[in-house]
């Protein structure tokens, strides 16, 4: 599956990177949300000051283990949502870097 960027877990529990596609590179910032619901998203993905996306939390089936899964709309998409989840980066022994890994949906 592609990478379509790369993010570090911040201190405060939120990642800061870059998203790189075809046609844009662009700084990303996986916000925190204050959550008022239990189904509403985890983190507000952002874009300087445009939010171009929302991240949840979620559980692996089979391990249980911990990821986080990522949804992503702009112009530049055109009128597809992208669909993400976070994974450990190729090539980086940091546990507090990851790959967005980018899940084509037809």
């Known amino acids: 599956m592609p990478t ?4 570090r877990l911040q201190p405060d529990g939120s990642y800061r990177g870059q998203l790189k596609t075809l046609s844009m ?3 990303i910032h996986f916000m925190r949300n ?3 619901a239990d189904n509403q998203p985890d983190f507000l993905v952002m874009a300087n ?3 171009i ?3 949840w939390i979620r559980n692996a089936i089979a391990t249980g ?3 986080v899964s990522v949804s992503l709309a702009a112009p530049e998409f055109g009128n597809k949502t992208l669909y993400a ?9 940091d546990d507090s870097d990851f790959a967005i890994i980018w899940n084509p949906q037809d």
């Not at 379509?4 to 993010?7: A, D, K, Y």
């Open 49 to 51: 000051d445009i939010e």
């Open 85 to 93: 989840n976070l994974g450990r980066a190729a090539g980086s022994d």
């Open 4 to 7: 379509i960027g790369r993010v």
């Open 25 to 27: 590179q662009q700084a």
């Open 53 to 55: 996306g929302a991240a």
């Open 65 to 67: 283990n911990e990821y």
């Open 34 to 36: 204050r959550k008022t």
